[in-house]
């Protein structure tokens, strides 16, 4: 089975704090992504990445970064956090193999991030 | 306009019931279609792929409607553990993965 992890189940941090995120997946899948899922909005993509070093905006990637060093690991970063951050936020991770089997994604159990 | 759009509820079903959802997206050209179920407080997890006219597993039916732009999701005979969020998904396969989430529709299947 596909394994995603992120770091925290929960977070509450300060308006300004520098917040990471960690997520983890063990399938040696290619695409990672990172969510925000609001009540009424759904799921916003963040920032995607398809290779290790390689990073593209998604919709809403305005207040946030990323990194990918390793192909197993990508981190969502918030350099100055704001109370509209606060949010569910999602990873997740997919394969890339030129079929149909690299449309599904593997989620993460989320990181609730509040911003006080 | 939104790419994907969902009918939120709630549905409220009684157990044994049937239940359907449906989706529209706006993208003719999107490609790919699934259905991806939420439990409260979890993550999304999914549920059918539909890649053609439709398909079935079990007590769930996923129909594709290209010409009308809609895809729908059947279950038969409710059970307690199908309630809840269900998530119409669709991907229009222009370049890297694309995908779009509609914001769910919530489904209660009552004792």
């Known amino acids: 089975d596909v394994k995603v992890t992120q770091s925290s189940r929960y977070l509450v941090k300060r308006t300004g704090e520098k917040v990471f995120l960690e997520c983890v997946q063990d399938?040696?899948?290619?695409?990672m992504f990172w969510y925000r899922q609001d009540p009424g909005l759904g799921l916003r993509l963040i920032y995607f990445?398809?290779?290790?070093?390689?990073?593209e905006k998604g919709d809403i990637p305005e207040g946030y970064s990323v990194s990918r060093e390793k192909k197993e690991r990508f981190s969502l970063i918030l350099e100055s956090a704001s109370t509209n951050q606060t949010s569910m936020y999602l990873c997740?991770?997919?394969?890339?193999?030129?079929?149909?089997?690299?449309?599904?994604?593997?989620f993460g159990p989320g990181t609730r991030l509040t911003v006080l | 306009r939104k790419e994907v759009e969902q009918d939120p509820g709630p549905f409220n079903v009684p157990e044994g019931a049937t239940v359907a959802f449906n989706c529209t997206y706006s993208?003719?050209?999107?490609?790919?279609f699934f259905w991806y179920r939420q439990d409260c407080r979890k993550e999304p997890k999914l549920l059918m792929s539909?890649?053609?006219s439709g398909n079935e597993d079990g007590r769930f039916t996923a129909q594709l409607n290209r010409a009308s732009q809609y895809i729908s999701l059947l279950i038969r005979d409710s059970k307690l553990s199908d309630s809840a969020t269900y998530l119409c998904v669709v991907n229009l396969r222009t370049g890297a993965n694309n995908l779009f989430f509609g914001t769910g529709t919530r489904l209660t299947v009552i004792p």
């Open positions: 990445s398809y290779d290790v070093k390689m990073k």
């Open positions: 399938m040696d899948h290619e695409n």
């Open positions: 997740a991770s997919s394969l890339m193999d030129g079929t149909f089997r690299a449309d599904t994604q593997y």
């Open positions: 539909v890649y053609s």
């Open positions: 993208n003719s050209a999107s490609q790919s």
